[in-house]
């Protein structure tokens, strides 16, 4: 009798409980008691054993290699595992780690030898003419003199017409002949002349033209070399304050693609910045002996393409 009256009890409170559940959710009542019922019917069924909850509303989709994906009814995301059920934050071919390749740079530096310099051209004043002179590249070609400056430099009549004594000017050889490479080193003859400003207009034309003459030429602007401290003291309008001036500006044009600027002081200039005065014999020119540290310098940092 009174497990009876029990079961009135349970089947009452059931009743109250279900309808709590349909007024909550606002389903009909069959709706409800599945949704209550159901994860104990994915999990145990009456036997005992236990089941594969095949009332999802999601479907698993695998390809070839076990990679599954799920796929959502309710929405457009998918869920891409592997056969442990778990999560990778990335799926990627081969071992499925992801092989992220490395940036390289566009260009670099590369050591090279003097063969380096068999299509290459200077171009330049007396520092310049020292390196023609006493560098030992005879298989380089060089348009250089005394006393050149950026506002003659395409003007002048300096390069030698091969089996003739007649000269031309560096524009009309650039017309006749390309070149792979152009060391410029030009500046130091201007320096009482116009001003920085006025310096790199020029300066900056004469690259320009230099682009049009040669189009397929890689351009190494030279830094100005600076003078020794102590005739960069002197006072007058030869000074490595304004060298640097100059210098700062020229780097500014290289574009790291055709032109690219190279700078030669910190191997040659002392621990004040002026040129070493062991290496000078006016403060000025780099003396014949020291005139391999330059190309040294040049044969370290030519450019290689990646």
């Known amino acids: 009798m009174k497990l009876k009256e029990n079961i009135k009890y349970l089947y009452f ?15 009909p ?16 069924d009456f036997s005992g054993n236990s089941v594969l909850a095949d009332e999802t509303d999601e479907e698993d989709v695998s390809d070839g290699d076990g990679l599954a994906q799920s796929v959502s009814e309710g929405d457009a995301i998918g869920d891409i595992s592997g056969g442990d059920s778990s999560m990778p934050e990335d799926v990627s071919g081969g071992d499925g780690l992801e092989n992220e390749a490395e940036q390289q740079p566009a260009w670099e530096y590369m050591a090279v030898d003097e063969t380096w310099f068999d299509d290459a051209l200077f ?3 007396s520092r310049t003419v020292g390196m023609a002179e006493y560098g030992g590249l005879d298989n380089a070609t060089f348009y250089a003199s005394t006393g050149l400056t950026i506002y003659k430099l395409f003007t002048a009549e300096i390069v030698p017409v091969e089996g003739s004594k007649q000269k031309i000017t560096i524009e009309e050889a650039l ?13 130091i003859n201007e320096m009482g002349t116009g001003t920085v400003e006025t310096f790199m207009e020029k300066y900056t034309e004469v690259v320009a033209r230099l682009q049009e003459l040669q189009p397929d030429a890689v351009i190494y602007l030279q830094a100005i070399i600076r003078v020794s401290s102590e005739r960069s003291a002197k006072g007058d309008y030869i000074n490595n304050e304004g060298i640097d001036l100059r210098n700062e500006e020229i780097a500014k044009l290289a574009d790291n693609e055709k032109i690219f600027y190279l700078d030669v002081n910190p191997v040659i200039c002392d621990e004040d910045g002026g040129l070493e005065k062991s290496y000078t014999f006016d403060g000025v020119h780099l003396m014949a002996k020291y005139i391999s540290i330059w190309k040294e310098f040049l044969m370290e940092h030519a450019v290689k393409f990646n």
Not at 175 to 187: C, D, N, P, T, V
Request: charged share 15%.
């Open 29 to 44: 009542l069959s709706v409800a008691a599945q949704n209550v019922l159901k994860p104990y019917r994915q999990a145990v």
């Open 123 to 125: 171009i330049g004043d």
């Open 175 to 187: 017309s006749q002949r390309q070149f792979a490479k152009i060391y410029l080193m030009i500046g």
């Open 13 to 27: 409170i059931f009743i109250l409980a279900a309808g709590g559940v349909v007024f909550y959710f606002r389903e």
